[in-house]
């Protein structure tokens, strides 16, 4: 299983990025999906989870209202929208796919992940 992200850079506070996350070497449509991310010297943590069927999703709080989570099982592709970005949103972004149809909030529920995209937000 491979998982490769893009969409990643920088940008000012108040602007957008639009993450992507392209699956390959199983079912994309049979299992959940989540961004993850991680800042310097923090854990990683999640920021966004979508279901199999891409009708269910949750998010970290702070997010919610700016980020939004999709899915495109045509193209075994999961993006992230962020809008409204503001500086604590830099880290490393990380996509992940779980062994389930409801993505859990533990890296630990992740078995597969994408190698990372930096997004950094300038004041």
């Known amino acids: 299983v491979q998982l490769q992200a893009s969409g990643g850079g920088l940008v000012q506070a108040g602007g957008s990025l639009r993450l992507s996350c392209v699956v390959s070497?199983?079912?994309?449509?049979?299992?959940?999906m989540a961004w993850f991310r991680q800042a310097p010297g923090k854990e990683r943590e999640f920021v966004a989870g979508?279901?199999?069927?891409?009708?269910?999703?949750h998010y970290k709080q702070s997010v919610k209202g700016r980020f939004t989570i999709s899915r495109d099982s045509s193209k075994s592709t999961v993006h992230l929208q962020m809008n409204s970005l503001k500086p604590e949103d830099t880290a490393v972004y990380y996509c992940?796919?779980?062994?389930?149809?409801?993505?859990?909030?533990?890296?630990?529920?992740?078995?597969?992940w994408g190698q990372g995209t930096q997004v950094t937000v300038s004041s």
């Open positions: 992940a796919t779980s062994e389930g149809i409801v993505a859990g909030t533990e890296p630990s529920a992740f078995p597969y």
């Open positions: 070497g199983r079912t994309f449509s049979s299992y959940a």
């Open positions: 979508v279901s199999w069927s891409g009708d269910r999703t």
